[in-house]
């Protein structure tokens, strides 16, 4: 089955800095990878996506960027603020219809925005 | 607008009770996943049904636990005779045809003391 490995496991940054989280997955069918954020407490919020049939997708201070071939994608958040601080996830699925399009989660970044 | 619901949001059980824990899919979504969180870890799939179908159970343990999500109502996760070690978040999401995204709710907190 497919197995996901996420780095950092904690980040702090500065308030402005920009902050970059690493993901590896190790099943090439995977080809949709989504990134989530939780506060504590709440629920996993979709905050992007990517699928495999794309190498970088934007929105406003968020980006992703996928390498099929290393098997790796990452987040990056510019402009970094305190309310950017919470726990994300990477996750993927294989789309293809062979499986249950289940998610197989990273085990989480948490990000500190200091003021 | 409403989003995935799930109920109850916390749920406090003593070892041997049955714990039955409901999800309500966003309006036009018909796919439903379940998915265990313990602390400080991330989200573990359980389930997956559609309505009246269970699609994957692959990751529900074999025993005490069961899942369904009949033509009415919300699908509802069932966890008999809990141990201490079912303590955890479980959350489900919801979607429309896959491979879309997959939307969660705020969670049921369970609790076995």
């Known amino acids: 089955g497919e197995n996901v490995e996420q780095h950092p496991s904690t980040l702090s940054v500065q308030e402005g800095d920009s902050a970059v989280i690493k993901c590896t997955y190790s099943d090439s069918a995977s080809n949709y990878f989504p990134w989530y954020k939780q506060e504590l407490g709440k629920r996993p919020q979709l905050i992007i996506d990517i699928r495999s049939n794309v190498g970088e997708k934007k929105d406003q201070r968020i980006a992703v960027t996928l390498n099929k071939t290393a098997k790796h994608f990452s987040l990056h958040i510019t402009e970094t603020q305190p309310e950017d601080s919470a726990v994300y996830f990477c996750?993927?699925?294989?789309?293809?219809?062979?499986?249950?399009?289940?998610?197989?989660f990273g085990k989480g970044t948490k990000l500190s925005v200091i003021p | 607008n409403a989003g995935v619901m799930q109920n109850p949001r916390h749920l406090v059980r003593r070892r041997g009770q049955e714990a039955r824990l409901r999800c309500s899919p966003m309006k036009g979504h018909s796919h439903v996943y379940w998915y265990r969180q313990l602390p400080e870890e991330g989200l573990k799939f359980m389930v997956y049904l559609q309505k009246e179908n269970i699609i994957d159970e692959s990751g529900m343990p074999k025993e005490r636990f069961s899942a369904e999500f009949p033509k009415e109502g919300p699908s509802i996760l069932r966890i008999q005779q809990v141990v201490r070690g079912d303590s955890a978040a479980y959350f489900c999401?919801?979607?429309?045809?896959?491979?879309?995204?997959?939307?969660f709710g705020p969670g049921t907190r369970l609790t076995v003391t």
């Open positions: 996750a993927a699925s294989d789309g293809s219809g062979a499986g249950s399009y289940q998610l197989t």
């Open positions: 999401a919801s979607s429309k045809t896959p491979p879309y995204e997959q939307y």
